[in-house]
Each structure stands twice: as C-alpha cells, then as structure tokens.
Nanobody, 124 residues
Framework: QGQFVESGGGSVQPGDTLTLTCVGS????????VAWFRQAPGKEREGVAC????????YYADFVKGRFTISRDNAKNTAYLEMNNLKPEDTGVYYC?????????????????WGQGTQVTVSS
C-alpha cells in the first residue's frame, strides 16, 4: 500500500560519500525485503543492494560490494544506502522498492511499490 519516497541524492565528486534514505509504510517492513536499484541515462535499471526487514540479511551487487552499505530501521519504516568512494559510473536515479515475498536479491520483477527515485550525480 503506497509507494516509497527516496531522498538524499545530490551532485558529488568521485570519492565522496552520500547516504540515501527510503521511507515506506509500516507494512513494507514486515516480513519482506527492501532493495535499492539504480538507472543511469540510456541504461537499464539494475539492482544495487537488498536487505531483509526481518532478519537483516543483505545482498550486494558486485560493483558496489565493499563500498555501499544497506541498512534499515523498522521502527521508522526506513531503509538507507550509505555510498562510499563514489565513482562516475555510480551516477543514476536511485530507487527503493519492496518484495512482499521477502527474497534476498534484486530481481526487478519481484519488486513493487517503487518510489520516484532520487538523483545521484558523480562527476569531476
């Protein structure tokens, strides 16, 4: 019920850090997973990271592993994506979505209630 709202994007230089916030509804954080995706101009949407709202298990795409950290605060119905050592190729619109079946992954077809996205631009 309802869509997520993403925020925290901005324009930064390579090597900088940004933390994105995804605010949902209470039901989004009950026995499900929440994930971050991104889409660069002219590119297909791709999965970034996922977290279980129940046990906290996480999944990361290889291209962000070791740089990005996904977390959540169920009491606030909120998920976060801390992005460290940003690279130009991280540029894109970042979206948050929900898998009601609680799969720990980023298969796009499994997710719903997509937010409007928040723009992240990394350039010199």
């Amino acid at each position: 019920q309802g869509q997520f709202v993403e925020s925290g994007g901005g324009s930064v230089q390579p090597g900088d850090t940004l933390t994105l916030t995804c605010v949902g509804s209470r039901f989004h954080f009950d026995y499900s997973t929440v994930a971050w995706f991104r889409q660069a101009p002219g590119k297909e949407r791709e999965g970034v990271a996922c977290i279980s709202t129940s046990d906290g298990r996480t999944y990361y795409a290889d291209f962000v592993k070791g740089r990005f950290t996904i977390s959540r605060d169920n009491a606030k119905n909120t998920a976060y994506l801390e992005m460290n050592n940003l690279k130009p190729e991280d540029t894109g619109v970042y979206y948050c979505a929900h898998d009601p079946m609680g799969r720990i992954g980023t298969t796009i077809a499994f997710f719903d209630h997509w937010g409007q996205g928040t723009q992240v631009t990394v350039s010199s």
